[in-house]
């Protein structure tokens, strides 16, 4: 399992680096979900199959195909493309770089002192989960549904026609 | 060892009688098609035209494979292989009979239910990348019906994983001994079968590939085998969704006399006939139609049976 792990992180890393470099947005966005699919099947070998399947629904299934769709309607052509690729090169890669030394820097730290990530793994249950979320968690729970509902609400809102404005087809 | 054996063994059957009966469910659904429209359908090759599957297979697979210069090449040619492969993984869930089955996990329902909603990027790159109106009007569609039609699909099998109080498929048919889950569940069941027709877009949710308006949709520009993989991936996501509903709400491989694997093989059976009836029957709907449909009836329906089962559940406790 351990290889699993160092392979699925290999993955990982390398398709994000290439989310970052890609000009074209929809290569872009198809190594982003690769990403998300190999992070997935980390939280599976973790031991956490419930949250390597939501993983899986609701990120690289749903968000990711929004922003798919939000791309297709676009329908960018290669001057977009010519124009990405002129953003990525030069200074732009300084600030970045040093974030993220720091980052490494701080994992290479943690990992010198703390356990193993893989060994000593434990199984969580998708009954687990839920009576996590719906026990001690129930606030948090409550408050993101209410977010959520604002959200769709507002989305209704600004995306309502105006009576009069265009005729509405029939249904 | 044996084990190991036992399982390859497993793997092999189940991906060898998929793809024949992808191939045979062409001749099915003409004939049953042609009976249902009174007239006869392919019978000329071989005995009751059953050899027509063969020489289509050899037409589709010595056509031309055409890629259109002005497509965007790699993924044009990733698109077909996504739809075989999630549905294809998808199998690796059900369970066929007690030792019949490729994996046993606990988390099946999910694992479909990702796979299903992967498989949008199908016919979404599709149409993107023939670069072509139609094919991108097609693609657009299909992406927002099973979008759509995906959020209540998840939400009307919970009601399932309540009863069952689990994901693990196995478990929900072993927790179906003494009822079937359609009686209980049957707001459940008949949501799940509309969203299953949306999910494989068939008549009358076929909007994506409407050939009176857009030419054949997200795969107007695929020719040869390429078109062959969107095809058979169709009659593969029909027999999913079919396997699926037995295993779910009709007690999976359970029946008297008769051994679990033809039972299980009979009531798939009978649910793919009833997919090809509909196709037969229904005419296509308008798409602010299915759309309004979708969100306005569908998820409610779906909601109540979620809330009703849930009470049901607690009150029982």
Known sequence: MNAVFYIAAAVAVVSTVMVV?????????????????????????????????????????????????????????????????????????????????????????????GEHPVEGRHIVEPREVSLALFGPYIMIVELSSMLLLGGLVAAYHLGRRVRGDVKEPKS | MSGILWHLA???????????????????????????????????????????????????FTKEDWIPPFSDKPV??????????????????????PAVGVADLDI?????????SLGVYSVALAGW????????????RAT???????????????????????????????????????????????????????????VPFDLPEAE????????????????GMFFVGEYLAITLISALIVTLFFGGWQGPILPPLVWFALKTAVLICGFVLLRASLPRLRYDQLMSFGWKIMLPVALLNLLITGAIVVARH
């Open chain 1, 21 to 113: 470099t890609r000009a074209n947005a929809v290569y872009a966005l198809m190594y982003l979900i690769v990403s998300l699919l190999s992070v997935a099947l980390i939280f599976f070998v973790l031991g956490a199959p419930f949250i390597a399947a939501l993983e899986v629904i609701i990120y690289a299934g749903a968000i990711m195909v929004l922003f798919v769709f939000t791309i297709m309607m676009l329908n960018l052509g290669p001057k977009a493309v010519h124009q990405e690729s002129q953003w990525l090169s030069g200074r732009m890669w300084i600030g970045p770089s040093i974030l993220v030394a720091v980052l490494i820097g701080e994992m290479l730290y943690v990992l010198w002192g």
């Open chain 2, 76 to 97: 044009f040619i990733i698109a077909p292989c996504i739809i075989m492969g999630t549905v294809l993984m998808s199998f690796a869930v059900i369970p066929f009979a």
């Open chain 2, 108 to 116: 099946g329902l999910l694992f479909f239910l990702g796979m299903s």
């Open chain 2, 129 to 140: 990348s023939s670069n072509n109106k139609y094919a991108l009007l097609g693609g657009l």
């Open chain 2, 10 to 60: 497993n793997v092999a059957g189940v991906l060898g009688v998929l793809l024949t009966l992808a191939g045979a469910l062409i001749m099915v659904e003409r004939r049953l098609l042609a009976l249902w429209q009174d007239r006869y359908g392919p019978n000329r090759v071989g005995p009751f035209g059953l050899l027509q599957v063969a020489a289509d297979m050899i037409k589709i």
């Open chain 2, 144 to 202: 927002a019906q099973m979008l759509s039609y995906e959020v209540f699909m998840a939400l009307s099998l919970m009601g399932v994983v309540m009863l069952a109080g689990s994901f693990n498929l196995r478990t929900i048919v072993n927790a179906q001994q003494h009822m079937w889950f359609c009686i209980p569940q049957f707001l459940g069941l008949v949501v799940f079968t509309v969203a299953g027709i949306a999910e494989t877009h068939r």
């Open chain 2, 212 to 227: 009176s308006e857009l030419v054949a949709g997200f795969h107007s520009e695929y020719s040869g085998m390429k078109f």
